[in-house]
């Protein structure tokens, strides 16, 4: 079986698209010791992802990470693509919200 990484270099995102893995979501604890099932924390917020690859990119609108980063991006970013049988985003650039390199 060929290495799922070496399967997802070959896939080159258009202009300014980033493929991306979402990542597990973790339970929360609130400031009163209310346990937020992991379910219920990713259903309301934004998406936090790992960026596998970047697009080609545009002049006027330069990516602010680069691949390996971890990233926030909204909540409806992306379309969802199905590569060696794992789920994976293709978001716009624009789509993220924050970096963390």
Do not use: Q
Not at 10 to 21: A, H, N, T, Y
Not at 51 to 69: A, R, Y
Not at 76 to 96: H, K, Q
Request: some cysteine.
């Amino acid at each position: 079986m060929s290495d799922t990484r070496t399967n997802l270099k070959s896939w080159i995102p258009c202009l300014d698209r980033l493929l991306v893995k979402e990542a597990e979501p973790i339970e929360m604890t609130t400031k009163h010791g209310l346990i937020l099932p992991a379910a219920s924390v990713a259903e309301n917020s934004a998406k936090i992802c790992e960026v596998i690859t970047l697009g080609t990119g545009v002049s006027d609108n330069p990516f602010l990470c680069k691949e390996g980063d971890t990233v926030i991006c909204s909540k409806f970013a992306g379309s969802e693509v199905l590569i060696d049988g794992e789920t994976y985003l293709v978001i716009r650039n624009t789509d993220i919200l924050m970096v963390h390199n």
